[in-house]
């Protein structure tokens, strides 16, 4: 979730029996959105305003793992404003 965490219990999860490459795919990913999830945590603020809000909300709905080349760069041009 692009806005928080959300604790589930084993008892409510299915097993996929996926293979072991298969496991290692879907945690490299896991690991791609999760530092995507958290660089965009990172800049986002009420202070904003509300175009970059709603574009940083936006990249944290993003149905995939990777960023194109333009949204990587407006994300570290925020990302480096954050920090002036």
Same mark, same amino acid.
Do not use: P
């Given at each position: 979730?692009?806005d928080?965490?959300?604790?589930?219990?084993?008892?409510?999860? #299915?097993?996929?029996n996926?293979?072991?490459?298969?496991c290692?795919?879907?945690?490299? %990913?896991? +690991?791609?959105?999760?530092?995507?999830?958290?660089? %965009?945590?990172?800049?986002?603020?009420?202070?904003?305003?509300?175009?970059?809000? #709603?574009?940083l909300?936006?990249?944290? #709905?993003?149905?995939?793992?990777?960023?194109? +080349?333009?949204?990587? #760069?407006?994300l570290t041009?925020?990302?480096?404003? %954050?920090r002036?």
């Open positions: 979730m692009w928080g965490e959300y604790a589930v219990g084993l008892q409510h999860l #299915k097993s996929f996926y293979l072991s490459q298969e290692e795919q879907m945690q490299l %990913i896991s +690991d791609a959105c999760g530092g995507l999830r958290l660089r %965009i945590s990172r800049v986002y603020s009420s202070a904003l305003e509300e175009s970059v809000q #709603k574009f909300e936006m990249l944290g #709905k993003l149905n995939r793992s990777y960023l194109t +080349d333009l949204e990587e #760069k407006l041009v925020l990302e480096l404003q %954050i002036e």
